[in-house]
């Protein structure tokens, strides 16, 4: 993962051109999928987070371009190992 502002990925027309907020200082994570093979993943994870007894709730905005990006889940795990797909 790589983390940048102010838009421009390596690849022509596939990266933000700038964060959410609409700044070009907001930052932003992303990976380059034109160089990668077929198959590959890449994972993004967190620090444990605690989740309340009446739920959590995660957000996040993406954006998704080009030939050779694939699909996005997102998953939790317990501190155990065992993981649950909760979005895809």
Known sequence: WNVDQGGSTSSFNTGPAHGQAGSMLDNYAYI??????????????????????????LSFYYSMHGATIGTLS???????????QLWT
């Open 32 to 57: 380059e999928t034109s160089s990668g093979s077929v198959g590959m993943a890449s994972v993004l994870t967190t620090p444990p987070l605690q989740m309340s007894a009446i739920g959590g709730q």
């Open 74 to 84: 997102v998953s939790s795990c317990t501190l155990a190992g065992v993981c649950t």
